[in-house]
Protein backbone atom coordinates (compact mmCIF):
# COMPACT_ATOMS: atom_id res chain seq x y z
CA UNK A 1 0.00 0.00 0.00
CA UNK A 2 2.83 2.67 0.28
CA UNK A 3 4.59 4.09 2.99
CA UNK A 4 2.42 5.37 6.48
CA UNK A 5 1.37 9.47 5.57
CA UNK A 6 1.96 10.87 8.84
CA UNK A 7 0.64 14.51 7.79
CA UNK A 8 -2.97 12.75 7.81
CA UNK A 9 -2.87 11.43 10.65
CA UNK A 10 -0.92 13.93 12.50
CA UNK A 11 -3.40 16.94 10.96
CA UNK A 12 -6.72 14.93 12.74
CA UNK A 13 -4.43 14.49 16.22
CA UNK A 14 -3.44 18.26 16.52
CA UNK A 15 -6.63 18.93 15.09
CA UNK A 16 -8.13 17.20 18.48
CA UNK A 17 -5.34 18.23 20.79
CA UNK A 18 -6.22 21.73 19.87
CA UNK A 19 -9.67 21.32 20.64
CA UNK A 20 -9.08 19.10 23.71
CA UNK A 21 -6.89 22.14 25.30
CA UNK A 22 -9.66 24.43 24.31
CA UNK A 23 -12.38 22.26 26.80
CA UNK A 24 -9.12 21.79 29.34
CA UNK A 25 -8.82 25.97 29.69
CA UNK A 26 -12.72 26.51 29.90
CA UNK A 27 -13.21 23.90 32.54
CA UNK A 28 -12.29 24.85 36.18
CA UNK A 29 -11.53 21.19 36.30
CA UNK A 30 -10.24 19.35 33.40
CA UNK A 31 -12.33 16.18 33.35
CA UNK A 32 -14.90 18.39 33.47
CA UNK A 33 -14.31 19.91 30.33
CA UNK A 34 -14.10 17.03 28.33
CA UNK A 35 -17.05 15.45 30.06
CA UNK A 36 -18.75 18.23 29.05
CA UNK A 37 -18.90 17.48 25.05
CA UNK A 38 -19.43 13.72 25.35
CA UNK A 39 -23.00 12.69 24.33
CA UNK A 40 -24.00 9.59 22.91
CA UNK A 41 -27.27 10.75 22.35
CA UNK A 42 -25.58 13.56 20.13
CA UNK A 43 -23.49 10.80 18.45
CA UNK A 44 -26.29 8.75 17.83
CA UNK A 45 -27.90 11.54 15.76
CA UNK A 46 -25.10 12.39 14.06
CA UNK A 47 -23.75 8.90 13.38
CA UNK A 48 -26.67 6.88 12.89
CA UNK A 49 -28.55 10.03 10.50
CA UNK A 50 -25.15 10.49 8.34
CA UNK A 51 -24.86 6.33 8.17
CA UNK A 52 -28.49 6.28 6.87
CA UNK A 53 -28.27 8.87 4.53
CA UNK A 54 -25.09 7.68 2.57
CA UNK A 55 -26.95 4.14 2.27
CA UNK A 56 -30.09 5.86 0.50
CA UNK A 57 -27.04 7.86 -1.63
CA UNK A 58 -25.02 5.18 -2.68
CA UNK A 59 -24.91 1.64 -3.44
CA UNK A 60 -23.71 -1.12 -0.73
CA UNK A 61 -20.62 -2.02 -3.39
CA UNK A 62 -19.45 1.76 -3.08
CA UNK A 63 -20.42 1.88 0.84
CA UNK A 64 -18.44 -1.73 1.68
CA UNK A 65 -15.29 0.10 -0.66
CA UNK A 66 -15.43 3.48 1.42
CA UNK A 67 -13.18 2.29 4.13
CA UNK A 68 -10.80 0.84 1.77
CA UNK A 69 -10.91 4.23 0.75
CA UNK A 70 -10.15 6.06 3.55
CA UNK A 71 -7.55 3.95 4.36
CA UNK A 72 -5.60 5.45 1.19
CA UNK A 73 -5.80 9.03 2.93
CA UNK A 74 -3.10 7.62 5.07
CA UNK A 75 -0.50 6.18 2.80
CA UNK A 76 1.78 7.17 -0.02
CA UNK A 77 2.84 5.54 -2.68
CA UNK A 78 6.11 4.40 -3.49
CA UNK A 79 6.46 5.27 -7.15
CA UNK A 80 7.58 8.94 -7.42
CA UNK A 81 8.49 10.47 -10.48
CA UNK A 82 12.71 10.44 -10.29
CA UNK A 83 12.36 6.54 -9.82
CA UNK A 84 10.27 6.46 -12.90
CA UNK A 85 13.02 8.10 -15.23
CA UNK A 86 15.51 6.42 -14.17
CA UNK A 87 13.20 2.62 -14.50
CA UNK A 88 12.77 4.22 -18.44
CA UNK A 89 16.36 5.23 -18.99
CA UNK A 90 17.86 2.14 -18.13
CA UNK A 91 14.68 0.09 -20.23
CA UNK A 92 15.82 2.38 -23.01
CA UNK A 93 19.35 1.50 -22.70
CA UNK A 94 18.67 -2.51 -22.20
CA UNK A 95 16.07 -2.15 -25.58
CA UNK A 96 18.72 -0.07 -27.49
CA UNK A 97 21.39 -2.43 -26.71
CA UNK A 98 19.51 -6.38 -26.86
CA UNK A 99 16.13 -5.40 -28.89
CA UNK A 100 12.87 -4.85 -27.65
CA UNK A 101 12.09 -8.60 -26.84
CA UNK A 102 14.87 -8.38 -23.87
CA UNK A 103 12.99 -6.49 -22.04
CA UNK A 104 10.48 -9.28 -21.26
CA UNK A 105 12.38 -10.51 -18.18
CA UNK A 106 12.63 -6.73 -16.60
CA UNK A 107 9.25 -6.19 -17.07
CA UNK A 108 8.26 -9.30 -14.83
CA UNK A 109 10.22 -7.85 -12.33
CA UNK A 110 9.17 -4.52 -12.40
CA UNK A 111 6.61 -3.69 -9.16
CA UNK A 112 4.03 -1.36 -10.57
CA UNK A 113 1.81 -3.02 -12.58
CA UNK A 114 1.12 -0.37 -15.00
CA UNK A 115 4.18 0.32 -16.40
CA UNK A 116 4.57 -4.02 -16.42
CA UNK A 117 1.78 -3.76 -18.83
CA UNK A 118 2.68 -1.15 -20.94
CA UNK A 119 6.06 -2.79 -21.52
CA UNK A 120 4.80 -6.87 -22.12
CA UNK A 121 2.46 -4.83 -24.91
CA UNK A 122 5.45 -2.84 -26.22
CA UNK A 123 7.38 -6.72 -26.19
CA UNK A 124 4.26 -8.05 -28.03
CA UNK A 125 4.53 -5.29 -30.95
CA UNK A 126 1.69 -3.92 -30.53
CA UNK A 127 1.16 -0.77 -32.28
CA UNK A 128 2.10 2.15 -30.28
CA UNK A 129 -1.29 3.87 -31.00
CA UNK A 130 -2.98 0.99 -29.68
CA UNK A 131 -0.35 1.07 -26.65
CA UNK A 132 -1.08 4.76 -25.98
CA UNK A 133 -5.11 3.84 -26.05
CA UNK A 134 -4.89 0.82 -23.96
CA UNK A 135 -3.16 2.67 -20.86
CA UNK A 136 -5.30 6.02 -21.31
CA UNK A 137 -8.17 4.09 -21.07
CA UNK A 138 -6.64 2.50 -17.48
CA UNK A 139 -5.94 6.17 -16.54
CA UNK A 140 -9.56 6.49 -17.33
CA UNK A 141 -10.92 3.83 -15.01
CA UNK A 142 -8.75 4.50 -12.25
CA UNK A 143 -9.49 8.15 -11.83
CA UNK A 144 -13.32 7.08 -12.13
CA UNK A 145 -12.71 5.06 -9.07
CA UNK A 146 -10.49 7.50 -7.14
CA UNK A 147 -13.86 10.44 -7.84
CA UNK A 148 -16.31 7.37 -6.94
CA UNK A 149 -14.24 7.39 -3.64
CA UNK A 150 -13.67 10.69 -3.46
CA UNK A 151 -17.28 11.97 -3.73
CA UNK A 152 -18.42 9.20 -0.86
CA UNK A 153 -16.15 11.51 1.42
CA UNK A 154 -17.31 15.02 0.02
CA UNK A 155 -21.04 13.97 1.05
CA UNK A 156 -20.18 12.51 4.04
CA UNK A 157 -18.63 16.13 5.06
CA UNK A 158 -21.49 18.06 3.63
CA UNK A 159 -24.23 15.85 5.36
CA UNK A 160 -22.53 15.35 8.51
CA UNK A 161 -23.12 19.24 9.85
CA UNK A 162 -26.96 18.93 8.54
CA UNK A 163 -27.40 16.02 10.81
CA UNK A 164 -25.80 18.46 13.59
CA UNK A 165 -28.25 20.74 13.14
CA UNK A 166 -31.13 18.41 13.00
CA UNK A 167 -29.91 17.30 16.17
CA UNK A 168 -30.05 20.59 17.58
CA UNK A 169 -33.26 20.83 16.83
CA UNK A 170 -34.54 17.85 18.53
CA UNK A 171 -32.46 19.16 21.83
CA UNK A 172 -34.58 22.69 21.57
CA UNK A 173 -37.60 21.20 21.03
CA UNK A 174 -37.40 18.77 23.76
CA UNK A 175 -36.38 21.79 25.96
CA UNK A 176 -39.17 23.98 24.67
CA UNK A 177 -41.54 21.74 26.07
CA UNK A 178 -39.89 21.03 29.32
CA UNK A 179 -39.43 25.05 30.17
CA UNK A 180 -41.77 24.06 32.87
CA UNK A 181 -39.20 22.06 34.34
CA UNK A 182 -35.83 24.35 34.64
CA UNK A 183 -33.76 20.70 35.61
CA UNK A 184 -34.17 19.39 31.97
CA UNK A 185 -33.68 22.72 30.36
CA UNK A 186 -29.72 21.97 30.64
CA UNK A 187 -29.66 18.58 29.52
CA UNK A 188 -31.64 19.41 26.12
CA UNK A 189 -29.53 22.25 25.39
CA UNK A 190 -26.44 20.60 25.79
CA UNK A 191 -27.80 17.89 22.84
CA UNK A 192 -28.89 21.06 20.86
CA UNK A 193 -25.30 22.07 20.94
CA UNK A 194 -22.93 18.96 21.37
CA UNK A 195 -24.77 17.39 18.03
CA UNK A 196 -23.82 20.62 16.32
CA UNK A 197 -20.55 20.07 17.48
CA UNK A 198 -19.98 16.66 16.66
CA UNK A 199 -21.32 17.59 12.96
CA UNK A 200 -18.59 20.24 12.19
CA UNK A 201 -15.64 18.60 13.65
CA UNK A 202 -16.43 15.23 11.50
CA UNK A 203 -17.49 17.10 8.69
CA UNK A 204 -14.33 20.12 9.01
CA UNK A 205 -11.51 17.94 10.71
CA UNK A 206 -12.54 14.65 9.09
CA UNK A 207 -14.44 13.78 6.23
CA UNK A 208 -13.61 17.11 4.02
CA UNK A 209 -10.11 17.45 4.61
CA UNK A 210 -9.76 13.73 3.96
CA UNK A 211 -11.26 14.09 0.76
CA UNK A 212 -9.51 16.58 -0.30
CA UNK A 213 -5.84 14.84 0.41
CA UNK A 214 -7.09 11.99 -1.47
CA UNK A 215 -8.31 14.51 -4.20
CA UNK A 216 -4.65 15.86 -4.50
CA UNK A 217 -3.23 11.79 -4.33
CA UNK A 218 -5.42 10.86 -7.32
CA UNK A 219 -4.45 13.50 -9.19
CA UNK A 220 -0.49 12.89 -8.73
CA UNK A 221 -1.06 9.31 -9.36
CA UNK A 222 -2.94 10.31 -12.52
CA UNK A 223 0.07 12.57 -13.51
CA UNK A 224 2.97 9.83 -13.16
CA UNK A 225 0.82 7.34 -15.37
CA UNK A 226 0.73 10.05 -18.05
CA UNK A 227 4.12 10.21 -17.81
CA UNK A 228 4.31 6.35 -17.45
CA UNK A 229 2.96 6.06 -20.89
CA UNK A 230 5.40 8.57 -22.67
CA UNK A 231 8.20 6.46 -21.16
CA UNK A 232 6.29 3.11 -22.68
CA UNK A 233 6.29 4.67 -25.95
CA UNK A 234 9.86 5.97 -25.53
CA UNK A 235 11.29 2.24 -25.13
CA UNK A 236 8.90 1.47 -27.89
CA UNK A 237 10.34 3.77 -30.63
CA UNK A 238 13.95 2.91 -29.79
CA UNK A 239 14.80 6.33 -28.84
CA UNK A 240 17.88 7.17 -27.18
CA UNK A 241 17.89 7.08 -23.76
CA UNK A 242 19.43 10.55 -23.06
CA UNK A 243 16.95 12.45 -24.89
CA UNK A 244 13.75 9.49 -23.21
CA UNK A 245 15.73 10.56 -20.08
CA UNK A 246 15.48 14.49 -21.40
CA UNK A 247 12.18 14.40 -22.47
CA UNK A 248 10.90 13.04 -19.20
CA UNK A 249 12.46 15.21 -16.72
CA UNK A 250 10.40 18.11 -18.39
CA UNK A 251 7.57 16.46 -16.22
CA UNK A 252 9.95 17.27 -12.48
CA UNK A 253 9.87 20.54 -11.15
CA UNK A 254 12.92 22.39 -10.22
CA UNK A 255 13.16 21.19 -6.92
CA UNK A 256 12.95 17.66 -8.08
CA UNK A 257 15.15 18.13 -10.93
CA UNK A 258 18.05 19.02 -8.86
CA UNK A 259 17.20 16.37 -6.45
CA UNK A 260 17.65 13.78 -9.52
CA UNK A 261 20.85 15.32 -11.00
CA UNK A 262 22.06 15.07 -7.46
CA UNK A 263 21.01 11.34 -7.34
CA UNK A 264 22.68 10.44 -10.58
CA UNK A 265 25.69 12.40 -8.78
CA UNK A 266 26.14 10.43 -6.25
CA UNK A 267 25.89 7.47 -7.90
CA UNK A 268 28.08 7.84 -10.23
CA UNK A 269 30.51 9.02 -7.37
CA UNK A 270 29.81 5.51 -5.96
CA UNK A 271 30.30 3.79 -9.10
CA UNK A 272 34.07 5.78 -9.39
CA UNK A 273 34.87 4.78 -5.90
CA UNK A 274 34.22 1.28 -6.62
CA UNK A 275 36.06 0.94 -9.62
CA UNK A 276 39.15 2.47 -8.28
CA UNK A 277 38.78 0.24 -5.47
Known amino acids: MGKFDALTAGGIFVGLTVLAAAMFMGADFAFEGVT ?3 SATSLFIVVGGLSSA ?7 TELKGLIT ?7 EKDSEIIGLIQTFSNLATKARREGLLALEQEAEELEDPFIKKGILLAVDGIEPELIKEIMQAEVIAVEERH ?10 G ?3 PAFGMLGTIVGLVLMLRNLDDPDTIGPKMAIALI ?3 YGSLLANLVFIPMAGKL ?6 EIFIRQIAI ?3 LGVQSGQNPKILEEKLKAFLSTSEREIYEQALEDAANDKGEDLGA
Do not use: D, H, M, P
Not at 54 to 60: E, P
Not at 70 to 75: D, G, L, N
Not at 147 to 156: D, E, F, V, Y
Open 69 to 75: IAKQAFY
Open 215 to 220: TNKSER
Open 230 to 232: EGV
Open 195 to 197: TTF
Open 54 to 60: LAVNYTL
Open 36 to 38: AFV
Open 158 to 160: ELA
Open 147 to 156: QRGINILSKA
